[in-house]
């Protein structure tokens, strides 16, 4: 049972595929979660802030696992007796039947996929947004529903790190090795396949090359009124403590999107540049807490085919004695 929640875990989003996480199973009632420090990119997460979102939703991810399976869960995060790495120990415990929301949570695990291509034109209902901000709280980490005039200044920020990152070589080199990598080339990554001609962003609509804008910011408003919805998740932690909230956050909430039908992307270049995240904290969203990521929902086109699942990590390479 353990073998297989590790391997439902192992679905979890994470930064440009690279999977940061190692897992221990202690017994069949107990498993660790470990950061593969090897696996961070140190160009655009130097801190490893983006690393341990991933961890989160990796951790969330098993969580889910073992409830459906008619499992307890009691995670102990950071534990004080562990090595730095440590993560979060997972006790599987006492029998606990699943009930239909942790059945359909692991469907959602199970269907979950990083969409990048365009959503439709459809509107995403503000009830349903504010369902979904519900959710990541109830998972600990508040979130943000970002209005219309928010969305179109988000991605004028997006733009601006894009710009800022392009003149930088490392971060470049990180790219070449994590985006778009050719098939069957590697088990991580981000597969050629999956990236899309025109990469879409936090408005629904394509940009070609790296931000490039062509519209007024009147027109901008009115291309995203009624296209994707897009939330900031924020925690007022800015340590990994909060850091791992946030992902398990991100991880509930993109699991509720699934099951309300619609598709995902996270969104973290904004907060991926100091100077950014601090125009998104302050000038764009106005908060005090710190924004973590955001994620980005819409109903995907009827006519859209499904996406294969993103390539994964053989499970006895994640697996440490």
């Known amino acids: 049972m353990a073998r297989s929640i590790v391997a439902m875990a192992m679905r979890a989003p994470s930064l440009h595929n690279t999977q940061p996480w190692r897992w221990r199973v202690l017994s069949e009632h107990a498993l660790e979660l470990y950061a593969d420090h090897d696996r961070q990119l140190g160009g655009v997460d130097p801190r490893g802030r983006l690393m341990t979102v991933s961890l989160g939703c990796a951790l969330h991810h098993a969580v889910v696992a073992a409830r459906s399976v008619d499992r307890a869960v009691r995670v102990e995060r950071f534990p004080d007796d562990g ?9 599987l415990e006492g029998p606990a039947p699943a009930g239909p929301q942790d059945r359909i949570a692991l469907a959602s695990l199970v269907a979950r996929r990083t969409d990048r291509r ?3 034109s459809w509107e995403v209902p503000e009830a349903t947004l504010q369902r979904l901000a519900e959710v990541s709280v109830l998972a600990g980490a508040p979130a943000v ?13 997006v733009a601006t790190a894009g710009l800022v990152q392009a003149s930088r070589p490392p971060v470049e080199r990180e790219r070449g090795r994590w985006w778009a990598v050719e098939p069957g080339a590697t088990y991580d990554g981000v597969p050629a396949a999956l990236v899309p001609d025109r990469v879409v962003d936090p408005l629904g609509r394509g940009r070609d090359g790296v931000g490039a804008l062509d519209a007024t910011p009147a027109e901008d408003a009115e291309a995203v009124a009624e296209r994707a919805g897009v939330l900031a998740i924020c ?6 403590v ?3 909230a946030a992902g398990e956050a991100l991880s509930a909430m993109w699991l509720e999107a699934v099951a309300e039908g619609l598709g995902g992307v996270p969104v973290s270049l904004p ?19 710190q924004p973590q990521v955001l994620l980005r929902v819409g109903w995907p086109h009827t006519s859209t085919t499904r996406l294969p699942v993103a390539p994964r990590r053989p499970i006895d390479d994640v697996l440490v004695p």
């Not at 925690?235 to 990994?240: A, S, Y």
């Open 83 to 91: 090595p730095p790495d440590l993560v979060a120990r997972v006790h």
């Open 271 to 289: 907060v991926e540049e100091p100077e950014v995240r601090e125009q998104l904290r302050s000038g764009v969203l106005g908060l005090t807490v």
């Open 145 to 157: 529903v970002l209005d219309v005039r928010q969305r179109v200044a988000v991605e004028h920020l």
């Open 118 to 120: 365009p959503f439709s």
């Open 235 to 240: 925690h007022d932690d800015d340590t990994r």
């Open 242 to 244: 909060g850091w791992l």
